[in-house]
């Protein structure tokens, strides 16, 4: 459940206008993202070098613990990347085959994970979610956890979606989709609104934004008709996407098992699945409630949708002991949510290793099962695994052990050992985040030729500005300056930048070859790169829980 809305910030009729007028918040999201192009992020400053003949991959993962729960794999495997597509998952694969290789022993390599239920519509509104100050910019806190993948549940509706993507999807290096919600308006002061739910408006608009578009949303209904449920299904029916629900105030006119048993398809999704506050538990014996188990028979997917007070571990543990496990773990990712008990997609996770899942089924669970949920195959999109061909979207984690507390939405607190710890994140076959300079080289060790290639396999090299700490970049492969009206160094004013020369740890001769200053020596020696030590890989909890219905 979300937070009320502060009525006396009503501003609906204002939202055009305002929504022409929010241009801080996305001018800094557009500079740090610039929109990527189809042929992927290194493409839009410079044309890709062309790999070397004797090279089959742009990127090596070297000797990471895989875990693929579409591909059964749950071991050491090295991970081979290019173009853009995983291109060999393998015992041992050369390093000598690769431009890159970054070794990951001891961490462990996954798909890039997504999470289906996020609020990502920033803009001015004061406290609303769509266009408003309670989303948040997606980069800002997807790819620092392994999230390459996100699904805004159901922020905007066919009124404003255009102006979502047009602000917010377009320029993001986040993937994100979206669920429409039923409420032409989207989520904000007229989500009770029954004449703003029209499902073959939204169905329509669903239509027109394949790949896009991949679901519908209902939320927060406090009413006792069935109409936002029904329209919803009329939507998902006509654009071929399921629907999920937020099932808002719990109404004795329209029981959940009702819902489960009758109104939603197979396939269709029900969130905040321990939310317990609309009859998902029952109040006598503390499993299941009325119709869980048979919504789950039928098809009907259950999500966590974790959120500010949408999950209690009073709830989630008496129904995990029953059985009742999640089929996908996501956030309800808004600025409330992130600062209290949820805060990012891995401490949900972290919360499920707690409560004893094992962890190939949490990576399952934030990975594989959530690309089946949401169908993203149907939209050309193969993600969620480390298929040979699919889009390599690749998360590398670390599992840091010690003495960790995680609260719920009632401010319960749970204690746990493990925590992940997102170490790189890997989208479209590029890096998008690396906590601890993996992909990087020491200060004072000179360029080699994957540095040189480097656009292959790098999308966010740290720009020169014009001077030249690496001198790759002086080609521009992360300096070039943006187009005006774009944000960055270059951008408004029209003002040339002068290139500044630097000081820099090695000179290069007339041939190219790049020698170390004598003044440069450092404590590293070039070549000798120590990277964070890595960790001790555990094994998994032992299987305790019921295992769920097969994974493919
Ligand atoms: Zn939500």
Redesign the pocket.
């Known amino acids: 459940m ?1 937070r009320s809305f502060n009525l006396s910030a009503r501003l609906g009729l204002l939202m055009a206008a305002c929504a022409l007028l929010s241009i801080p918040l996305i001018a800094t999201a557009q500079t740090a993202a610039p929109q990527a192009p189809a042929g992927g992020y290194g493409g839009m400053r410079n044309a890709m070098p062309a790999r070397p003949a004797d090279k089959d991959y742009d990127l090596l993962l070297k000797g990471g613990h895989v875990i693929d729960d579409k591909n059964h794999i749950d071991a050491i495997m090295d991970v081979a990347i290019a173009d853009g597509k995983i291109a060999k998952v393998a015992k041992m694969i050369p390093a000598s085959k690769a431009i890159k290789t970054v070794d990951v022993t001891g961490l462990y390599v996954t798909p890039g994970l997504i999470d289906l ?3 990502v519509f920033v803009g001015n509104d004061i406290n609303q ?1 769509r266009d408003g100050t309670w989303s948040v910019p997606p980069d800002g806190f997807t790819l620092r956890v392994g999230v390459t993948t996100i699904v805004d ?3 905007s509706g066919w009124r404003n979606f255009e102006v979502f993507k047009g602000r917010i999807i377009d320029h993001s290096i986040t993937r994100v989709l979206a669920e429409l919600n039923i409420v032409g308006d989207g ?1 904000g002061e007229h989500e009770q609104n029954t004449d703003d739910m029209d499902g073959k408006l939204t169905g329509a608009l669903a239509l027109k934004y394949p790949g896009v578009i991949v679901g519908v949303k209902s ?1 927060h209904y406090t009413g006792g008709d069935w109409k936002p449920y029904d329209q919803a299904e009329i939507a998902g029916t006509m654009a071929h996407i399921p629907v999920m629900i ?1 099932y808002g105030s719990r109404r004795i006119e329209r029981p959940l098992y009702q819902l489960l048993e009758e109104k939603l398809r197979p396939g269709d999704i029900y ?2 699945m321990y939310g317990g506050s609309r009859g998902e538990q029952d109040s006598t014996t503390g499993g299941p409630g009325k119709g869980m188990w048979e919504g789950r028979q039928r098809g009907v997917y259950f999500d966590v ?1 974790h ?1 500010q007070s ?1 999950f209690y571990f009073s709830v989630a543990i008496p129904l995990i002991k029953a059985g009742f496990v999640p089929d996908s773990i996501s956030t ?1 990712l ?1 600025v409330d949510s992130m600062n209290a008990g949820m805060k990012d997609e891995d401490n949900v996770g972290d919360k499920f290793l707690a409560m004893g899942l094992p962890l190939k089924e949490v990576i399952a669970d934030m990975t594989w099962h959530p690309a089946r949920e949401m169908q993203l195959a149907s939209h050309g999109l193969d993600l969620g695994n480390l298929s040979v061909g699919a889009i390599a979207d690749v998360a590398v984690f670390g599992m840091r052990t010690g003495h960790f507390g995680f609260t719920d939405g009632g401010g319960a607190l749970l204690y746990g050992t493990k925590k992940l710890e997102c170490e790189l994140t890997i989208k479209d076959g590029k890096f998008v985040y690396d906590l601890n300079g993996r992909e990087f080289k020491p200060w004072n060790v000179p360029p080699d030729d994957a540095d040189r290639l480097s656009r292959r396999w790098t999308s966010l090299r740290v720009a020169a500005f014009g001077g030249n700490p690496r001198p790759i970049t002086a080609t521009g492969a992360a300096g070039a300056a943006r187009p005006a009206g774009q944000g960055g160094q270059g951008g408004q004013g029209g003002a040339q930048r002068q290139p500044q020369p630097r000081w820099s740890a090695y000179n290069a001769d007339a041939n190219g070859k790049f020698t170390v200053r004598p003044d440069a020596k450092g404590p590293v020696a070039p070549g000798k790169a120590k990277y964070p030590p890595a960790v001790t890989l555990e094994t998994s909890p032992s299987d305790v829980w019921p295992a769920k219905q097969s994974s493919n």
Do not use: E, P, R, V
């Open positions: 979300l239920h996020t609020h979610y549940a159901g922020t989520m939320a937020d969130t905040h949708g959120g949408s309800d808004h």
